[in-house]
């Protein structure tokens, strides 16, 4: 079966410090990968996507990055944080190019200090 | 591109009633629309899914239907229990658009005893 792991669960950073979130995917190739950020404990906002290795679309200008150096590893990363990172970081998978749901992880909680 | 909108943003039902949660969508080639459970802390998954092909799906006690001419889909919960108590997200993608869910802005569901 499939499973998605995705870490640390909780984070505190200062500002001004890096970031790296890490997700992998078990049982599965090909995988689309997608981060998302949730803040305020309501609305999905995605990030950015990846259909391949080393391919990445980016959603939205941020403050990040993210890269797929592996086929089922996805990572999200910043130079220098700022207050405005903070929130619940999800990462998901999916069916490479099929229109099928997500299977999300268990998410980061990311608190900017 | 598409863009969901979901209502209500909060709902307080009395346990052993029904729950409705409605959402809209915009683009008429959407044709996969899954329904999300986050529980406090965790990662929302994935609870119930319909196709454009089919108006209605029902599992167990949850159930959505879709109206594609006017473009909404609709979540219901009956005979609810304090354990149904989550944020509800709906979302819709298309065929050809790599996967990607557009969500809408969830529900909180708070089912008293």
Same mark, same amino acid.
């Given at each position: ?35 998302? $950020? +949730? ?6 906002? &995605? #990030?950015?996507?990846?259909? !391949? ?6 959603? *939205? ?10 086929? $089922? +590893? ?6 220098? &944080? #700022?207050?405005s990172?903070? !929130? ?5 998978w999916? *069916? ?16 900017v200090? | ?15 052993g ?12 080639a ?19 899914d319909?196709?454009?092909n ?18 909404h ?41």
């Open positions: 079966s499939q499973t998605i792991h995705q870490w640390p669960a909780t984070l505190v950073q200062p500002v001004g410090s890096p970031l790296s979130l890490e997700c992998t995917v078990e049982g599965t190739s090909n995988p689309n990968l997608y981060w998302y $950020r +949730q803040a305020a404990g309501r609305g999905l906002q &995605l #990030l950015f996507y990846s259909v !391949g290795i080393g391919q990445i679309s980016s959603e *939205v200008p941020q403050n990040l990055s993210a890269s797929r150096p592996q086929d $089922r +590893q996805f990572i999200l990363s910043s130079k220098k &944080l #700022l207050l990172d903070s !929130g619940f970081y999800l990462c998901a999916s *069916v490479l190019g099929a229109n099928y749901g997500y299977t999300f992880g268990s998410g980061t909680r990311l608190t200090v | 591109g598409e863009n969901v909108e979901q209502h209500p943003s909060t709902l307080s039902v009395q346990e009633d029904s729950a409705v949660i409605k959402c809209t969508y915009s683009d008429s959407s044709n996969y629309f899954p329904w999300y459970k986050q529980e406090l802390g965790k990662g929302p998954q994935l609870i119930i319909i196709r454009s089919v108006g209605e799906k029902k599992d167990q006690r949850i159930a959505v239907t879709l109206n594609k001419t006017a473009k889909f609709s979540l219901h919960i009956t005979e609810t229990q304090p354990e149904d108590s989550a944020v509800y997200f709906c979302a819709a993608s298309r065929t050809d658009s790599w996967g990607k869910l557009q969500f809408g802005a969830g529900t909180q569901v708070v089912v008293t005893p």
